[in-house]
């Protein structure tokens, strides 16, 4: 079983971050410039909220702002779920498939140390299964 560290290890510790008071259009563009679906929005070293691409297209028609104006805090989600380094990909595959999230910031010690995606940790999952079937068919033929 794959651990969200083990993950992490291969894929790397980066997040991108912004302030409460970031505007959307700065976020957008981290996103857009990092390649990235989710930022966290954090309060000196604390998670307070995160905002993904979903939050762009259901909020800002909404609004009826410009999203130069918009502050990231007015539309971030901020009952942010977190995994822990010790969790398997399947135990978060489950809490994403459960509570429709994509993307959980990842805390050791109550300190953040990466993001997973449902991507990576979908890549993940699919690479062990591959690494068991060769192993297997190495068996059976060895």
Do not use: W
């Amino acid at each position: 079983m794959i651990t969200i560290r083990q993950l992490l290890k291969n894929k790397g510790h980066e997040v991108h971050s912004v302030g409460p008071f970031a505007t959307l259009f700065d976020a957008i563009k981290i996103m857009t410039d990092e390649g990235v679906g989710a930022i966290v929005v954090m309060d000196a070293d604390k998670i307070i909220g995160i905002i993904t691409e979903r939050h762009y297209v259901q909020n800002v028609v909404s609004k009826g702002k410009s999203i130069l104006e918009i502050p990231v805090q007015e539309i971030m989600t901020t009952r942010v779920l977190c995994a822990g380094y010790e969790q398997s990909i399947e135990q978060c595959m489950a809490v994403m498939t459960d509570k429709r999230v994509r993307h959980l910031p990842v805390l050791d010690n109550d300190q953040l140390v990466g993001i997973v995606s449902i991507g990576d940790l979908v890549k993940s999952a699919i690479a062990d299964q591959k690494f068991v079937i060769e192993q297997l068919e190495n068996y059976i033929h060895g």
